[in-house]
Nanobody, 124 residues
């Protein structure tokens, strides 16, 4: 199984980017999809989760209202739409899949498969 994350780049504060996560070897609809990020010198943090089987979407306080996680089952792809980007959003973003219970959705160790990461740089 491999996850291909793409869509990162450089953008000015206030701008937008959309990240994509496309797996090979698994059907995304059967899994919870999470987006994590890691900024230089900081620990990896979860920012958005889309639970499987219509289990809802969840966001960290730092991105709530600005980021949206979604899926296109026909394309077997998950997305992270990032709007109103801030310099603090600069990080490598990773998608991950797994089957965590609700109380564990922010625990990165629960996720089985990870993408390679895509760099998002927000700078003026």
């Amino acid at each position: 199984v491999q996850l291909q994350a793409s869509g990162g780049g450089s953008v000015q504060p206030g701008g937008s980017l959309r990240l994509s996560c496309t797996p090979s070897g698994l059907t995304l609809n059967s899994y919870t999809v999470a987006w994590f990020r890691q900024a230089p010198g900081k620990e990896r943090e979860g920012v958005a989760v889309s639970r499987r089987s219509g289990g809802g979407t969840y966001y960290s306080d730092s991105v709530k209202g600005r980021f949206t996680v979604s899926r296109d089952n026909a394309k077997n792809t998950a997305y992270l739409q990032m709007n109103s980007l801030k310099t603090d959003d600069t990080a490598v973003y990773y998608c991950a899949t797994g089957t965590p219970i609700l109380s564990a959705i922010w625990n990165s160790q629960i996720y089985h498969y990870w993408g390679q990461g895509t760099l998002v740089t927000v700078s003026s």
